[in-house]
């Protein structure tokens, strides 16, 4: 993985469009609406490139905006995921990404697939 790369959120976005879980990684409290923001402008742009026919999961890079970039995946099962990344003077490589998407995706699937899992507050697994 890129030793540059810093995350400032992760969103989690269902088939419907209904997040599922957006964890943020920065200390301020105010910035979390901030990353709801981004994660709902992402699907716009993921809708669009997953109409085209291409069987790959990894859409890349969806838009930069401010001080973040904010890349895009979608699972055959039409699981969103978002990741925000703070914008730096470092090259960030699509490998490194997929790497981390591909590992997000399987922790989602590991953690829906477990019988035991108990999800509180409704539908989210922010307190898992």
Known sequence: MAPNLRLNAVAFISPQN???????????DENAIKYHYIAHTS?????????????????????SMEDVAVYGYITPLKVKIVIAAALTDAVV??????????????????????????????????DV
């Open 18 to 28: 209904h997040p599922i879980l957006i964890r943020t990684f920065s200390k301020q």
């Open 43 to 63: 699907l716009d742009v993921i809708e669009e490139r997953a109409s085209s026919k291409s069987s790959e999961c990894y859409l890349g890079l969806l838009y």
């Open 93 to 126: 490589r699509d490998v490194d990404l997929n790497m981390i998407f591909k590992a997000l995706h399987m922790a989602y699937y590991s953690a829906i697939s477990n019988p035991f899992l108990e999800v509180r507050n409704g539908n989210t697994f922010d």
